[in-house]
Nanobody
């Protein structure tokens, strides 16, 4: 069993910054990748960023240059530094920790953290 908890969301004005984090605990044998997604009410969940165990990172085009994903492997924690925030970044942000057990990859989701960008 893997437990995933996000924190660090909040309310910020346009142009501001937030740094949510996501910590995984439990039966973690091998984390292959950690992802951030976001979802607005009535819309599909959207992939935002990924960091793999090898250090590879990638981003949704609309957040490139503004968001930075990083991880602390010793703490099984991933961060999302969000700068120059826009109202359209307002969403619930979810973390997915992908764990390898034998030949199978398992997705482990957190409960989400609300990010609101508003003046």
């Amino acid at each position: 069993q893997v437990h995933v908890v996000e924190s660090g969301g909040g309310v910020v004005q346009p142009g501001g910054s937030l740094r949510p984090s996501c910590a995984a605990s439990g039966s973690i044998f091998s984390i292959k990748a950690m992802y951030w997604y976001r979802q607005a009410p009535g819309k599909e969940r959207e992939w935002v960023a990924v960091v793999t165990s090898a250090g590879y990172t990638n981003y949704l085009d609309s957040v490139k240059g503004r968001f930075t994903i990083s991880s602390d492997n010793a703490k099984n924690t991933v961060y999302l530094q969000m700068n120059s925030l826009k109202p359209e970044d307002t969403d619930v942000y979810y973390c997915n920790v992908q764990v390898l057990r034998g030949p199978v990859l398992y997705d482990n989701w957190g409960q989400g953290t609300q990010v609101t960008v508003s003046s």
